[in-house]
């Protein structure tokens, strides 16, 4: 994408053509029966290539071009007056490829342990990502165990504080 919108036609053919592929098997599992599929790639891809310039880079391609698809199936539905149905429990699968749920998590991840030291950051991984115990932890970085605790639990703090709610209400609603 980011090539097309440099101007590079190759690429951007490429990147059209991969889509449309995932379009179609997106759309296959998703249209009832009454909506050509095939129709709804085709303005999918349209809408893609005419709205190209509101692409945020610093997005995953993907989740941009899939919410795009989403609102077409749900124009075409409503043109055709036919109404999807989906067990409550998989209605996210509707809409976001397992794949890209995983994409975004790590993506808001990095973003968030950004604002931490790259140590501090190292030492939350392992021991809360990847599960190491803080024995091991503290033997991969010549660190004390006490001293691993300490800045994970500092870092998990400092970063509660950060991304708290301001009011103190998270979850409340007022109405």
């Known amino acids: 994408m980011l ?51 509101t692409y945020d880079a610093g997005q995953p391609f993907t989740a941009w071009a899939y919410a ?18 989906a067990p409550a429990e998989e209605a996210d699968a509707l809409f976001v490829r397992p794949a890209a749920e995983a994409a975004m998590a790590a993506r808001d991840l990095e973003q968030v342990m950004s604002k931490l030291t790259p140590r501090t950051q190292a030492l939350i991984r392992d021991v809360k990502i990847t599960g190491l115990s803080t024995r091991e932890a503290a033997e991969k970085h010549g660190m004390s165990e006490s001293a ?21 209400k998270e979850g409340v609603d007022e109405d």
């Open 148 to 168: 691993v605790k300490v800045a994970v639990h500092r870092g998990l703090k400092a970063l509660g504080q950060e991304y708290a709610p301001q009011d103190g």
């Open 68 to 85: 795009i698809a989403r609102y077409k199936l749900i124009d075409a539905l409503r043109r055709s007056r036919l109404h999807l149905r």
């Open 3 to 53: 090539a097309g919108l440099a101007g590079e036609a190759g690429p951007y053919r490429r990147l059209l053509d991969e889509l449309s592929g995932l379009l179609r098997a997106y759309y296959a599992r998703r249209a009832p029966s009454g909506i050509d599929a095939e129709d709804l790639v085709q303005e999918t891809l349209i809408a893609v290539h005419t709205r190209r310039a």
